[in-house]
């Protein structure tokens, strides 16, 4: 069974730094892209970034480009957000996410809250 | 970026009816379309892929519909558990985006 647990949302000042973690099992890991989209307070669903299997490609949403870094470590089985330069409109649930056999998410993890305020 | 509408915002239907969410894209998306059910405090489900396909384990009274721009989800006759945001996504064109989500209410 896939299994995609996120951590390390906190709250943090405006222009602070947060560093993402989601943990994957259930599944090859190394095999698969992977994403991170987030969900502001009463707000709909926002793709952050995706990265490739080997981790050599990363893509991201204009909201978080230069701010935001997308990485894995496949021996880990592990994916990572890091979030410099943190703004009140980042304040969200981010979301670990992985495709199906589309480019659609049929994989989610539950989610950590990140929350940017002074 | 294209941009994706839903419609209505709110709907409030009763157990039993039929629910009729709509999706519009800015610009053909082919059928790269998904719907997604999101409960209260929780992530999102994937309901429908590819249009009309539906996902695992998903009841057969959620049906989806549609190509290009115009497409619909259907609950054929709605159950108390089927309480949630439904949002839209196309994955059509890079970046991959959603709709602002339908609130379903139960009458």
């Known amino acids: 069974e896939v299994n995609l647990v996120e951590s390390g949302g906190d709250l943090v000042q405006p222009g602070g730094s947060l560093r993402l973690s989601c943990a994957a099992s259930?599944?090859?890991?190394?095999?698969?892209?992977m994403n991170w989209v987030r969900q502001a307070p009463g707000k709909g669903l926002e793709l952050v970034s995706w990265?490739?299997?080997?981790?050599?490609?990363?893509l991201y949403a204009d909201s978080v480009k230069g701010r935001f870094t997308i990485s894995r470590d496949n021996a880990k089985n592990s994916l990572y957000l890091q979030m410099n330069s943190l703004r009140a409109g980042d304040t969200a649930i981010y979301y670990c996410?992985?495709?199906?056999?589309?480019?659609?998410?049929?994989?989610w993890g539950r989610g950590t809250l990140v929350t940017v305020s002074s | 970026e294209v941009v994706m509408t839903q419609s209505p915002a709110t709907l409030s239907v009763s157990p039993g009816e039929r629910a009729t969410l709509s999706c519009r894209a800015s610009?053909?998306?082919?059928?790269?379309l998904a719907w997604y059910q999101q409960k209260l405090g929780q992530a999102p489900r994937l309901l429908i892929y590819?249009?009309?396909t539906r996902a695992t384990d998903i009841p057969a009274r959620f049906s989806g519909s549609g190509s290009a721009t115009e497409f619909t989800l259907t609950i054929s006759s709605l159950q108390s558990e089927d309480l949630a945001i439904y949002h839209c996504?196309?994955?059509?064109?890079?970046?991959?985006?959603f709709g602002q989500g339908t609130n379903l209410e139960i009458k």
């Open positions: 996504q196309q994955y059509n064109n890079w970046p991959y985006t």
């Open positions: 590819d249009s009309s």
């Open positions: 996410a992985r495709y199906g056999s589309g480019t659609y998410y049929q994989y």
């Open positions: 259930g599944f090859t890991f190394s095999g698969h892209s």
């Open positions: 990265i490739s299997s080997s981790g050599t490609t990363t």
């Open positions: 610009q053909s998306v082919k059928n790269n």
